[in-house]
């Protein structure tokens, strides 16, 4: 062999090894970013599932704290029926009355109830008598539908005999009407009734999850409300009714679907969606990171970075979403009770002793008479000003929150720049009280809205969130009896008078 063909040779073998190293070392690296990678997914998908079980699972509450809302307006609205005394003593049936004041009678319940029907949009309101005899608003539909068997058909509905009333649908198979019955006497029930797509305000999803399935369900598993309508009076599909047979409070995630249920009175609020929806943009992010991650071998640091940029922002941009959509009450845009209560336990039992926090509860004085007089949106503008308020008068570093139907808590978190806590929280309660009063309903100038408040200091007046908000309300009971429109800051002396 020439030194030619030596030489050449070595050459050879030089770019052999040279070739042999750079594959080896991109196997090698390849491989190591291969395994980081699916390591660093497996930790994500895990995280990323509890996270999402945890926020659907306060939705799922939410949707069902809409429908308790939702259907005890739809009672309250029931029974404000009897504002006419006529409509609860008044029988039909009864074979001595006189016919000219019966019609009379009639007249006057009949206009008491079609006043309140408008407030509402009801297929019926009305009272149904043994003798089948009716007043107030009762459709041409429902009438064919019970015919002769009305008050003896609805009697049935009647499910609760303590409160003597019960929620109901699906007679003869007809799930498009929901049905609230009430007992008035023995020869006469109230009902209303209304279509189920009114319910599609009270289960409203977020865009976030535009996605999932909100189904209202009874204990037969049928569906008496969802968005898509078609289901409505059908069984819950099989897949999501294995996963929360005999369970009335429970979220779960597998790699097919989360599925949340919880209880509301005789039916169950189940939301669902499935898993590869929730996690799309994850899993196509992974499979990019895989092969990228093979191709990439020489550059792997650089590309394993970009990678678990590009993946963690989307998994953050799902996590943001629905932590917003999970811990703001949307009527107020401050925190929801869930969210309050956590993050004010949390804040006050890990406070120094030598740390002062105040917890002040707001009560809206008479909430129920800017309801009834003013109608509920006027009551939900008033819940929304109430949520400015305390934006205005506290400050970034305090915790706000709606508790209650009209009912808010503020953990004060600031410190006082001079003087004893009291006098600080004392100040704040009297600039609340002072800003709430300057609260103004559009269009009726005439109606006043007041607030009454009670206060606690942390850790004089307790440890615990318990036990300042048992204080507070000791405190808060003592404005109410005081004339409502004060506030009262809490002393050892409110022990052993009767709660609010």
């Known amino acids: 062999m020439s030194r030619s063909s030596e030489k050449k040779q070595s050459l050879k073998n030089i770019v052999r090894i040279q070739i042999s190293m750079i594959v ?18 497996d930790k994500t998908d895990e995280v ?14 939410q949707m069902k704290l809409n429908m308790d ?3 005890s307006r739809m009672e309250t609205i029931a029974t404000l029926a009897f504002g006419e005394e006529n409509a609860y003593t008044y029988d039909a049936a009864d074979p001595d009355n006189d016919e000219f004041e019966a019609i009379n009678t009639e007249k006057l319940i009949t206009e008491k109830m079609y006043s309140l029907c408008i407030m509402e949009n009801f297929v019926d309101y009305g009272i149904v008598y043994r003798n089948n005899r009716t007043v107030g608003k009762i459709s041409n539909g429902t009438s064919t539908l019970f015919g002769e068997k009305m008050f003896d058909e609805l009697g049935k509905m009647i499910t609760d005999e303590q409160a003597q009333d019960g929620w109901f649908t699906g007679y003869n198979d007809d799930f498009r009407r929901i049905y609230y019955v009430k007992r008035v006497h023995e020869n006469a029930v109230l009902f209303i009734s209304f279509y189920a797509n009114e319910l599609n305000e009270v289960f409203d999803n977020p865009e976030t999850l535009s996605d999932m399935e909100i189904r ?23 897949e999501i009714k294995q996963r929360i047979l005999g369970q009335s409070s429970v979220s779960s995630i597998d790699s097919d679907y989360l599925v949340s249920v919880n209880k509301c ?12 929806i929730i996690l799309n943009e994850k899993n196509e992010m992974t499979r990019y990171i895989y092969m990228t991650g093979l191709i990439a071998a ?3 640091a650089l590309v394993g970075w970009y990678l678990s940029y590009l993946l963690i922002k989307p998994v953050k941009s799902i996590v943001s979403d629905l932590d917003e959509m999970a811990h703001t009450d949307q009527l107020t845009g401050i925190l929801n009770k869930l969210s309050f209560e956590q993050l004010a336990s949390n804040c006050i039992e890990s406070s120094l002793e030598t740390e002062n926090r105040a917890l002040i509860i707001l009560d809206i004085d008479d909430f129920k008479k800017v309801n009834d007089t003013l109608g509920h949106a006027a009551g939900d503008r008033l819940l929304e000003s109430t949520g400015a308020v305390l934006r205005e008068v506290f400050t970034d570093d305090d915790y706000l929150g709606r508790i209650g139907g009209d009912e808010f808590c503020v953990l004060v978190n600031s410190s006082a720049d001079e003087g004893s806590y009291h006098d600080y929280a004392a100040k704040k309660c009297s600039e609340l009280c002072e800003a709430f009063s300057k609260i103004g309903l559009d269009g009726h100038k005439d109606f006043r809205v007041s607030c009454s408040i ?8 307790g440890g615990s969130f318990k036990a300042l908000y048992a204080a507070c309300d000791k405190a808060l009971y003592r404005s109410k009896k005081s004339g409502k429109a004060s506030y009262t800051l809490y002393s050892p002396d409110m022990e052993g008078e009767g709660e609010q």
């Open 69 to 71: 809302s939702y259907m």
């Open 48 to 61: 990323l599932k509890n996270k999402i079980i945890s926020l659907t699972s306060s939705l799922s509450v």
């Open 265 to 276: 009175g005789d039916w169950y609020v189940v939301c669902s969606i499935p898993t590869k």
């Open 216 to 238: 209202l369900i009874n204990e037969d598993h049928n569906i008496l409300y969802s968005k898509t309508g078609g289901e409505v009076g059908k069984a819950l599909p099989e």
């Open 454 to 461: 009670g206060a606690a200091i942390s850790p004089e007046n």
């Open 24 to 41: 080896g070392y991109a196997l090698i690296v390849a491989l190591a970013i291969a395994l980081v990678t699916k390591l660093a997914v």
């Open 298 to 300: 020489l550059i792997a």
